[in-house]
């Protein structure tokens, strides 16, 4: 049993120059306004000309996303008052570094719901009167518990913040001491939502 999410939509042509629909028209859905893994060149399985309407339905999953949980998140908008899921802060070297607390897998939990930024970012400091204008760049460290069990994982940092890329930068190395993977970032001061990416 296939589990995703699918998006069903309509498209309304009556006031466009189209005398082909099935052929002119073409549509591309994103989940989050990713680019990545964006879908492409759907074409309408119905068309009803009487009311210049075309409908995107599809049976076969050519417009299903796979699932996934809601973006974990960090606030670095202050480095005098730690934020939520931030551990510590380092204030003496520059950059400063901060450190998120310390992630788990999430594979196999219940899926849990809270309002993110669906992958984005936020520029802010609350440091300098809430500007913007002023956030400093911050070198932000990431550990994910995972052992390493033998298996040589690509894990990167994910989101709105690589630029929805999977970066050498933003790839976790495995510390065996710890028995987790690690990275940083640097990155400006805000509010950031992110995943952790796998590639297979």
């Known amino acids: 049993q296939f589990r995703g999410q699918t998006v069903d939509f309509n498209v309304f042509y009556r006031d466009l120059p189209v005398e082909d629909p099935y052929n002119q028209i073409r549509a591309t859905i994103r989940q989050n306004g990713r680019w990545d893994n ?12 009487d009311q210049g309407k075309l409908e995107f339905r599809y049976f076969d999953n050519s417009n299903a996303f796979s699932p996934g949980n809601e973006f974990r998140y960090f606030d670095i908008r202050s480095i005098i008052a730690p934020g939520q899921f931030v551990k510590a ?9 901060i450190y998120i607390q310390k992630d788990k897998p999430r594979t196999g939990l219940a899926y ?5 930024l669906n992958g984005g970012f936020e520029v802010i400091n609350f440091d300098a009167g809430n500007s913007s204008s002023y956030s400093d760049y911050i070198n932000v460290n990431f550990e994910l518990e995972l052992d390493h069990d033998g298996v040589t994982r690509q894990l990167y940092i994910f989101g709105e913040l690589t630029n929805w890329q999977l970066l050498p930068e933003a790839r976790l190395r495995y510390n065996s001491t710890s028995k987790s993977y690690q990275s940083n970032l640097l990155l400006k001061q805000g509010w950031y939502d992110y995943q952790y990416y796998q590639l297979s």
């Open 89 to 97: 802060i380092e204030r003496e070297p520059d950059p400063v570094n």
């Open 112 to 116: 849990t719901f809270y309002r993110d």
């Open 38 to 49: 964006s879908i492409q060149s759907l074409a309408p399985t119905f068309v009803k000309e």
